[in-house]
């Protein structure tokens, strides 16, 4: 594929997805290329509609596919929570250092073994045409009671991947790129492009 755009303001993400991308996609625009590409209010109830959502309004205005992905975590002690809300957990316009506070706040006192979680992630791949294919990849985990690591972003620091003894935030790139729920899903992502 020549030229794809990912919807996406979040710099952390369009690192990864370029990286993710590569030997794919030639060349991976991102909405900054795009004066007067308009936001997409995401109030779907799931991740998919959301990247959807957002994937088809971006193909629609420019004219070229475009991939969007709805990303969050899920905690099993919280019944899913915060899911879909999970960039504005601690409210509209809320950062990474608040989101995770809040989560924090919400598992104090509770037990390890209860603090399991998985981070989620649905990948859309939309075209000018309407047409859309989604793919999704998860990731188990738990979460911690302090931050550890200094990469990556959003709850990352929190988010520790058993099998690695590391948080998202301690795990090199390429590690947390082959691992991660987004790496997963863009795999998917990968061999329907490569079938194309």
Request: charged fraction near 25%; include cysteine.
């Amino acid at each position: 594929m020549k030229d794809l755009l990912v919807a996406s303001g979040n710099k952390g993400k369009l690192k990864e997805f370029a990286e993710l991308l590569k030997g794919v996609v030639e060349r991976v625009l991102s909405p900054a290329d795009f004066p007067g590409l308009p936001d997409v209010v995401e109030d779907g109830a799931t991740f998919e509609e959301n990247a959807i959502k957002k994937a088809r309004s971006a193909a629609q205005f420019t004219g070229l596919p475009v991939l969007a992905d709805d990303s969050g975590l899920c905690v099993d002690f919280l019944e899913g929570r915060p899911g879909v809300y999970s960039a504005r957990f601690a409210g509209e316009g809320a950062n990474d250092a608040k989101n995770n506070a809040r989560l924090l706040e919400e598992l104090a006192g509770v037990p390890a073994e209860q603090r399991t979680a998985a981070f989620h992630c649905v990948i859309a791949l939309c075209y000018p045409d309407g047409t859309c294919h989604s793919f999704d990849g998860a990731l188990p985990g738990v979460i911690l009671d302090a931050p550890r690591g200094s990469g990556g972003f959003g709850y990352d620091p929190l988010f520790m991947v058993p099998e690695y003894g590391q948080t998202f935030s301690e795990l090199p790139m390429e590690i947390k790129n082959a691992i991660s729920h987004r790496g997963r899903a863009m795999q998917l992502l990968k061999d329907f492009l490569g079938k194309g």
